[in-house]
């Protein structure tokens, strides 16, 4: 089985500070990691993945596999950063040539001015 | 379309009525997804759709759900005898490969369906 978990329901910081989602998956196999943000009134849209190991709106993820972990670091968060945020996992070989894209519930990110 | 299209954006039903919630994909996308969102549970995987394969169903939470596919392009999630705890809201979302994110291919989602059982 497959599992993502984002411990932090919600998240404050002050506009300036660094931010840090965290994100723990569980799998056994070799996982692709997501983060995926929803603004407010928005679609959910993809933020960034491991394997491009880049940085989006100054947001960047690395995968850490000896501590199963996948977080997602900014150094200085802007008040545009608030939304929700949501670390998505692709693993398991689901038989109906598909693999299971699991999420975790997510963190919502309030930055305050 | 330029994006994932759902309707209806809203729908209020009573508790035991059956619905109907649609989604247009991407045009030539050939994979589609519907998850559901609810407060505090965040997103669940509901059904798989790839080309012509049969759909991976492996999310459905019960037998009074079930989704079509007609002509590889618009999808229908069908809710049957409609619970509260239905209440949530559908996403719909689509991606053009046929290894769901496993080489890349990024997975564009709709604005969702809200859905509200009183």
């Known amino acids: 089985a497959q599992r993502v978990t984002q411990p932090e329901k919600l998240l404050s910081v002050f506009k300036g500070a660094p931010v840090e989602l965290k994100c723990n998956y569980s799998?056994?196999?070799?996982?692709?990691l997501f983060w995926y943000v929803q603004y407010s009134r928005q679609r959910l849209q993809l933020l960034l993945r491991?394997?491009s190991r880049e940085s989006i709106k100054g947001f960047t993820a690395d995968l850490n596999k000896g501590e199963t972990s996948f977080h997602l670091k900014k150094p200085f968060a802007q008040e545009e950063d608030s939304a929700m945020y949501y670390c998505a996992l692709n693993g398991e070989y689901s038989g109906a040539g598909s693999y299971q894209l699991t999420f975790g519930k997510g963190t919502k990110l309030s930055v305050i001015p | 379309g330029a994006g994932v299209s759902q309707s209806p954006s809203n729908k209020v039903t009573e508790k035991g009525k059956d619905v109907e919630l649609r989604c247009d994909p991407i045009s030539g996308h050939t994979a589609l997804y519907w998850y559901r969102q609810s407060l505090g549970q965040g997103l669940e995987f509901l059904i798989y759709f790839q080309g012509n394969s049969a759909p991976d169903k492996s999310g459905l939470p019960s037998d009074r759900f079930s989704a079509e596919r007609t002509g590889g392009s618009v999808s229908t999630l069908t809710i049957q005898r409609t619970q509260q705890e239905d209440s949530a809201v559908y996403l719909c979302?689509?991606?053009?490969?046929?290894?769901?994110?496993?080489?890349?291919?990024?997975?564009?989602f709709g604005e969702g369906s809200w859905l509200t059982v009183v």
């Open positions: 979302a689509s991606s053009s490969g046929n290894d769901r994110g496993r080489t890349g291919n990024t997975i564009y």
């Open positions: 491991h394997i």
């Open positions: 799998y056994s196999g070799s996982p692709e």
